[in-house]
């Protein structure tokens, strides 16, 4: 009886700490926030790709890849949701996701919070990433950008850009027109059948759109000098800045040190696809 007894109570304490450990590791998850990041339903390389609602499971892009990783840093469940880019900006601001993925200005404050140093500035240090925006035209063309005059030299016909991108509305402020397009390889396309002079669009994805059909885009070149040169964050809304403070500047602290201890692989790894 004695054994007996004893077996039941062993068997009972194993019960009961298998219950204490499920209900402290359903509180322990329960505690972490979720945190949805909207992006793009549109290939946009390096930092998504794939196109629809989908996340690819392989090389889904380095956004996705980053975050993931901060996922394992941070206490926070990470959701995916793809959409098209002005819903991304829609719910950012009524705080139906955490998150989107973009460059600084001043009308998207009031969508959610950028990173900031003391003194109330945007902090380029707390960014993700650094993208360039160049002008792409065909080898015989005498089209120019003029940094100084902030004018197109030798225009002739339309301009091409990227449908949402900062740079558009930047532009457009001097004055500049353009025929939108939901990618860089729409306009890549346009550009070689000679429906747009140029197309001003971020070097990462062009310059690897240019390398993947090297054949359909040979006649296309990058012009120098550079149009501009903008800084990348993680935007988050204010919803949930407001709520989780400390977890939103640990987000941007863990995505600083990323950059510099991976986001180079990264890159690497993606241009050799």
């Known amino acids: 009886m004695r054994n007996g007894t004893k077996t039941k109570r062993g068997a009972m304490q194993k019960l009961f700490i298998g219950i204490v450990i499920m209900m402290f590791s359903a509180s322990v998850y329960a505690e972490k926030p979720q945190f949805i990041f909207a992006y793009e339903d549109r290939e946009g390389f ?98 120019r950008w003029d940094p100084q005059s902030k004018r197109f030299i030798n225009l002739k016909g339309q301009l091409g850009a990227q449908l949402g991108y900062s740079i558009v509305g930047d532009l457009r402020k001097l004055g500049h027109s353009f025929d939108e397009s939901g990618s860089a390889f729409t306009n890549l396309k346009k550009l070689v059948l000679g429906r747009l002079d140029g197309i001003i669009t971020q070097e990462s994805q062009t310059g690897f759109y240019i390398k993947k059909h090297s054949k359909e885009f040979a006649s296309v070149v990058k012009t120098e000098p550079p149009l501009k040169t903008k800084p990348y964050y993680f935007i988050i809304s204010h919803q949930f800045a407001n709520k989780y403070p400390k977890i939103t500047h640990q987000i941007w602290d863990t995505v600083a040190e990323l950059r510099k201890t991976k986001l180079s692989a990264l890159y690497a790894r993606y241009y050799s696809l």
């Open 46 to 143: 390096p930092a998504y790709l794939g196109n629809g609602q989908e996340v690819p499971k392989e090389n889904p892009g380095i956004d996705i890849e980053v975050l993931r990783l901060v996922e394992q840093r941070v206490p926070i469940t990470v959701i995916f949701k793809r959409m098209p880019w002005k819903r991304c900006l829609h719910e950012l601001g009524t705080g139906n996701v955490s998150a989107v993925e973009a460059s600084y200005k001043k009308e998207r404050e009031k969508l959610g919070v950028f990173p900031r140093k003391p003194n109330g500035s945007v902090d380029p240090s707390r960014r993700l990433t650094t993208e360039t925006y160049s002008l792409y035209v065909l080898k015989d063309s005498t089209l």
